[in-house]
């Protein structure tokens, strides 16, 4: 399994060079062809498996020098860590990474001994992860290329440190395969760590006060989840003698000894990871760094592991008092979030609450633990993960060519740039039209809430995807309204990289759409075999045959209709303006008898959903709910 | 499987006309109430024969396609409904089908449509709940989300679900756009919005939105009888029943409120939604 070893070494290797090598189109080049073979690495670890028929596989058992490596790393990010705590004068944040460092290495040195297991595990779930890491995160990077080459000359006050920027893209991807394919705590423990450095240099990377102040919420926010994971994995391999991920599940299901402690901290660390109440507003404060970064944050990296280690988790967590507060976090945090995305105009904004919203429902899925929810869960985080990253990118370039990135600044935008109007409109529809994948995951995790019986969860789901539908909505209707923009065509500045990843992205979009059934088929179902050990049929094959028929259906219409009405002649008329256009649709007699421009915009309602004090209120309703359930999982233990 | 796509096939065939006639009477009897004699019953009919003979008037040249989308993806709900399939899939088509109605708004861009049109999505946020709730509650009533074996279980679902039915009821008057929730369009011209969102549908394009309209109020009344047919003959006569007094009923709260403002029909539908949906389905999921 040397590929294994590649696709966590290789990335670091093309840090390197992409750190050292100071000419912009040179490193383009090298990052292209780095994506490349990170990709087709992939594809050979993904064939390997296949030919060995999709079966776990489990290998390097004895690892001592690789984990005096992963020690001393560890030791070095600590030490990193504590220098710019110093620099920036946090100095308490510093402990959250010395504490947990001195953990691990006190009980790797001197803890007791641990038992024998595989430290790489290769199935289902993490080639899923595998994949949607090299090709999403992938072309993220490629498409950085010619985004940054923009980006800096917007912004000529922020001095560009290009090479940094694909130095940190490139080890977070090598670091999010260390992630998704280890199975030891203590590998995964690091990995852990260097995502959560990673993000915040990557937030970082304007170096001005906002960017700042966000990267050391980031970082403490995940090193405070960091400390959980280790607290846990130390607890663990303390009374159980054992760091596998595995076992601790398989131990959970059955209610074993010493794992309940360690299963909620480590849920704990996934939901700040992953964003929740009272943890959101660092994946929120994220977006101040250059597109590309918050692209990869939000889609294939970073809130993803937190997701990742959730479905692990969710076998153990399935019914017990850690599920139940993994569940009610995370369809709070749905509920709440997409409620403050109605009160944003600010494109990325949006697109970030709405990544905690979908979050959200994926961390609830996870919390309920049954296999049917863990379907929804998957199927969520595949497509969501393809439709935010076209939608990051999509905003990143549009931001590019008209010099804003907020919503009412693309009214008519698919008039003045086409291309990333679709782009944006594919990628939003993507998020909650009918066809979509998303919308069907939404369905199969309100019927899996109303089997297990979790009332609580129905009415957010009800209420949260009411609201999710008004926000895109009402974007995507300012693309397509014309009016005080008429006329006015922007040039579409976006690179050839840029474009080759926008499509690319688009094309995965529609396709994962159409082969919804054979994913389920083949790939889910085996999948939630594999965590599950069984597995009942979350929608029958007519469902999914009838949803088939549906999406084409969906598709062909509005084509047909389009291709009809173009050949019928429309006799054009102006709008009705109570009879005092100026002629055109663009203005009107204003009461002093002079002409008026005419400005269209949507509602936002920041006075009754103030997405700050809902923000503020979510954070202490979930901070209570998160304080009382820890206290009854302790609680449940003592007694 | 035959029995499901006839029922399917009538409902396209015959929706129309049964919309059309509802329409007939529902203005007839609002006449009545105002002391009025009324237009025909089958004025609604005569109007849209008329529009569709009409050349194609419009604002914007793209508003005819995504009109003609919407009105297949309404018709398409239906016929998922009354051919016996899943309850929520037809849900979801319907509110991709609402979607559309609200592009076809928005793309003129005048200034009475655009303000309709956000008003439309205020109102797609304020029923959509209910309308999730009510098949979470046929759901937990009779075991599955088929409309076939819904309507073929052996009891009378309204005995489960009357908060279910009560937060339906309520949410019918937006979506049938009734008085006091007609925020986004009324039937009348003179009001703040003008038309809301058919200010600038003329012609055609308004016969085709008429006749979407006719198919979902069919729709909407299918789904209320839902509540109440079951597999013994007595449930017939009793959903007829039921339908025409839900009807009724609408046309009555149209006649007798005055137009409400948008914050406080939003308000009050996720209040009425929570408190009857939601304390149904609390109890549904204790005694289940």
Same mark, same amino acid.
């Given at each position: ?20 090598? $100071?000419?912009? $189109? ?32 489990? +290998? ?7 984990? &005096? ?12 860590? *504590?220098?710019?705590?110093?620099? &920036? $004068? ?16 006190? !009980? ?30 992938? !072309? ?38 260390? !992630? ?43 090193? =405070?989840?960091?400390?959980? =994971? ?14 596998? =991920? ?34 959101? *507003? ?82 609830? +899925? ?38 804003? $990135? ?18 944006? !409109? ?73 474009? =080759? ?129 820890? +206290? ?8 | ?24 009477? @529902? ?7 105002? @002391? ?28 005819? /396609? ?71 509650? /046929? ?7 088929? #409309? ?19 937060? /339906? #009821? ?12 007609? #925020? ?34 069919? /729709?909407?009344?299918?789904?209320? @009888? ?63």
């Amino acid at each position: 399994m040397a590929v294994v070893i590649f696709l966590i070494c290789f990335p670091l290797v093309m840090a390197l060079a992409s750190y050292l090598v $100071r000419d912009d $189109r040179t490193r383009n080049l090298l990052a292209r062809a780095g994506v490349a073979v990170i990709m087709a690495a992939v594809l050979w670890l993904v064939f390997i498996w296949i030919s060995g028929g999709r079966q776990v596989i489990n +290998c390097y058992y004895d690892t001592e020098a690789a984990d &005096h490596i992963i020690l001393a790393v560890e030791v070095v990010l600590m030490f990193i860590i *504590t220098g710019l705590c110093c620099r &920036h $004068r946090k100095y308490w944040i510093s402990l959250l990474s010395i504490v947990p460092t001195l953990l691990i290495a006190w !009980f790797e040195l001197e803890g007791p001994e641990t038992e024998r297991i595989s430290h790489i595990q290769i199935d289902h779930l993490s080639i899923l992860m595998c994949l949607i890491i090299a090709f999403i995160g992938g !072309f993220i990077i490629i498409y950085s290329g010619g985004y940054m080459t923009h980006y800096h000359q917007h912004h000529v006050r922020i001095k560009p440190r290009k090479n940094y920027f694909f130095a940190m893209l490139f080890i977070f991807l090598g670091a999010m395969f260390g !992630f998704v394919l280890s199975s030891s705590l203590l590998w995964i423990d690091l990995f852990w760590e260097i995502t959560s450095v990673c993000s915040f240099m990557l937030i970082g990377y304007t170096r001005d006060e906002e960017a700042i102040y966000n990267s050391f919420r980031a970082l403490w926010m995940n090193l =405070l989840g960091g400390t959980a =994971l280790a607290v846990g994995i130390v607890y663990y391999g303390y009374f159980a003698h054992t760091v596998s =991920l595995d076992t601790l599940v398989a131990e959970g299901m059955h209610g074993g000894e010493f794992t309940t402690i360690p299963i909620a901290l480590i849920a704990f660390a996934a939901m700040t990871k992953a964003a929740q109440l009272p943890f959101s *507003t660092w994946l929120l404060g994220a977006m101040v760094a250059p597109t590309p970064s918050s692209a990869l944050l939000h889609s294939a990296t970073m809130v993803k592991a937190g997701i990742y280690i959730l479905f692990r988790l969710a076998p153990a967590i399935g019914g017990t008092r850690t599920g139940m507060l993994v569940s009610l976090i995370g369809g709070f945090t749905f509920f709440v979030t997409s409620i403050m995305a109605i009160g944003q105009d600010d494109g990325k904004k949006i697109l970030a609450c709405s990544t905690v919203s979908n979050l959200g429902l994926m961390v609830a +899925c996870a919390g309920i633990g049954k296999a049917e929810t863990i379907w929804a869960g998957v199927m969520l985080m595949i497509f969501h993960a393809i439709s935010k990253s076209l939608l990051f990118q999509a905003v990143g370039a549009t931001e590019n060519a008209i010099g804003s $990135r907020n919503v009412e600044n693309m009214h008519g935008l698919m008039y003045r740039i086409p291309m990333l109007a679709m782009f944006i !409109f594919i990628g939003i529809a993507g998020m909650f039209l009918a066809p979509f994948g998303m919308l069907i995951s939404k369905w199969a995790a309100l019927k899996a809430s109303v089997d297990s019986g979790n009332v609580v969860m129905v009415l957010f789901i009800a209420f949260g995807s009411a609201t999710t539908s008004f926000y895109w909505s009402k974007w995507m209707g300012k693309l397509i309204s014309r009016s005080h923009v008429s006329g006015s065509r922007h040039e579409d500045i976006t690179l050839p990289d840029e474009r =080759l990843s926008l499509y690319v992205h688009a094309f995965l979009m529609i396709a994962v759409c159409l082969l919804l059934p054979v994913i389920s088929r083949l790939f889910v179902n085996p999948l939630l075999l594999e965590l599950f050990g069984q597995y009942k049929v979350v929608l029958p094959l007519e469902v999914l045959i009838l949803l088939e028929l549906i999406i084409i259906f969906v598709f062909a219409v509005p084509m047909a209709a389009y291709r009809y009405s173009k050949r019928v002649k429309t006799n054009v008329k102006l709008s009705y303006m109570s009879g005092i256009n100026m002629g055109d649709n663009n203005s009107f007699v204003d009461s002093f008898g002079a002409s008026r421009k005419l400005w269209l915009s949507n509602y936002y309602f920041s006075d009754k959903f103030d997405p700050d004090r809902l923000m503020v209120y979510g954070q202490i309703m979930a901070m209570a709910l998160m304080i009382v359930l820890l +206290c009854l999982i302790v609680g449940g233990i003592l007694a | 499987m035959k029995m499901n796509i006839i029922s399917a096939l009538l409902y396209i065939l015959l929706a129309p006309l049964a919309g059309a006639l509802m329409d007939g009477v @529902g203005r007839k009897i609002s006449a009545r109430m105002q @002391g009025r004699i009324g237009p025909p019953i089958l004025q609604s009919y005569y109007d849209v024969r008329k529009l569709l003979g009409k050349q194609v008037i419009a604002v914007s040249p793209l508003q005819s /396609f995504l009109l003609i989308s919407y009105l297949v993806l309404m018709v398409l709900t239906g016929a998922l409904f009354f051919s016996g399939s899943d309850i929520l899939l037809s849900i979801f088509v319907l509110s991709t089908a609402a979607t559309f109605l609200y592009f076809s708004t928005v793309i003129t861009s005048s200034p009475y449509n655009t303000i309709a049109a956000s008003r439309e999505l205020i109102q797609i946020m304020a029923y959509e709940p209910a309308v999730i709730l009510a098949c979470v509650g /046929f759901y937990l009533a009779a075991g599955s989300f088929q #409309v076939d074996e819904i309507a073929s279980t052996n009891t009378c679902m309204l005995l489960y679900t009357p908060g279910f039915f009560a937060a /339906f #009821v309520f949410i019918l008057t937006i979506k049938m756009r009734k008085s006091p929730f007609d #925020v986004s369009t009324s039937h009348h011209a003179h009001q703040e919005l003008v038309k809301g969102v058919t200010t600038e549908m003329g012609a055609r394009n308004l016969a085709l939105y008429s006749i979407a309209e006719w198919y979902e109020n069919v /729709f909407l009344m299918g789904m209320a @009888g839902l509540f109440v047919i079951n597999s013994h003959w007595w449930s017939i006569p009793l959903t007829a029943l039921l339908v025409m007094a839900t009807f009724f009923l609408e046309i009555l709260i149209d006649n007798s409120n005055a137009r409400m403002k948008w914050e406080n029909m939003f308000r009050l539908s996720w209040e009425v939604t929570l408190l009857a949906a939601g304390v149904n389905l609390l109890i549904l999921m204790l005694i289940r």
